[in-house]
């Protein structure tokens, strides 16, 4: 069998704990062997030439340098101060700066100048999202002619959105020289190509199948999953009962995310001010914990965020708090994945609201954690890819503070029979499509190219 190489930002090295993206890859390289390069992750003044090997995994790990200026321009500058923000369907945010635009080039230039010496003629590469668009040119100049495809993690963005980016053509030029894009959801494929009809030489040659600046590409919908069974026993095996006091006798409502914009917490901060305003009955009865630690602090965008949500918190709590009772809980630090997953398995309710997501994992992590017996209910953004296959969520807009207020309140009565039924249509989808089913769905149709 041709071996597999994975190609992202960062290469996960140490005991951090692994992520679903971790999982699948390390799933995959394991049973075809392979090679996985990153960037391994504080920037450095002098940057060493080659890839450094890292012995330890049942695949080859190895990573690159980079210079300070390189991951201010390329990963904080390009990455996430224009394609995050342009995405996410936030043009407003972007920061359009030469440097950014040029060091995003240099760097993908210089990953693929150090990963060339390394190839094999019958390795299949994968590439792992906007952070590295341009790789493929980059190997295909240097002669690499080798099966590449790409997955976009986040979703893709439409027509609009796209001709707000620096130079729109070069991102379909990059694009154009991968043999598979995948997309998190349906949803993706169609902005894709509703975006390249637009702004490049695009046509379609069949289902999925299309040409881009004169090149064959194919493009479809990969949706991501969880290591499911392991979340299942996490959270079955969780440590609680001592952490649930805060409770007193309340019943939960959850949200885990990075602190990010797009994740929509100041939207759900608001519907539950409204929440509590109409529904003096819950009072005392729902306690909202919201996990959320701080991301990319060095991007300007990320630093209002902060203080938004612990104003808001704070007004709630000062207006509706009791001697015996907080209403919001408000956590800005990440958490053990066994910590959490009891505490999905404790909560009646798991809140995934975000205003623009790719799929977002929390809300397959929350319904795998839930006693199957007695499971709480995931309220879903109708703009998370995951809402394309969690129909059987309360399906909200999180911009409508009443629609998602109302959703609360109906999860908080919810009998247990609907309760049940819903999570059980869930739960089956989380189980058939998870993250193993997810790389081999990608990976075979990356090799029937
Ligand atoms: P993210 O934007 O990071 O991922 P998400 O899919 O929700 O979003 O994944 C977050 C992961 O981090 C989850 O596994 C979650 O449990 C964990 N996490 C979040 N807060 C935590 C905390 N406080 N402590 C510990 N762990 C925490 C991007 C895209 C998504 C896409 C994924 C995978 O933005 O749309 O689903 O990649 O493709």
Known sequence: MSRLVVVSNRLPLGDSPSGGLVVAMEDALRSSGGLWVGFAGEPVDEPRDGLQFHPGARFERASFDLSRQDYESYYLGYSNSILWPLCHGRADLMRILPEYIEGYRRVNARIAELLVPYLRPDDRIWVQDYHLFPLAADLRARGVESPIGHFLHIPFPGSAD??????????????????????????????????????????????????????????????????????????????????????????????VDRLDYSKGIPQRFRAFHLLLEENPDLHEKIVFLQIAPPTREAVEAYQDIREETEHLAGRINGEFATVNWTPIRFIHRPMPRNVLAGLFRQARIGLVTPLADGMNLVAKEYVAAQDVSDPGVLILSRFAGAAETMADALIINPHDPAELAAAMARAMRMTANERRRRHAALLRGVIEQDVGWWSAAYLDALRQG
Do not use: K
């Open 162 to 255: 796209c001709a707000a980016m620096p130079n729109p053509p070069e991102l379909f030029e990059w694009l154009s020289h991968y043999d598979l894009l995948g997309f998190q959801a349906q949803r993706d494929v169609s902005n894709f190509a509703e975006s390249a009809r637009q702004l490049a030489d695009f046509d379609q040659i069949d289902d999925g199948c299309y040409r881009l600046s004169g090149r064959q590409v194919r493009a479809g919908a990969f949706p991501i999953g969880i290591d499911t069974a392991a979340f299942i026993e996490l959270a079955r095996h969780a440590p609680d009962e001592d952490r649930m006091r805060f409770l007193t006798g309340a019943q939960m409502m959850i949200g």
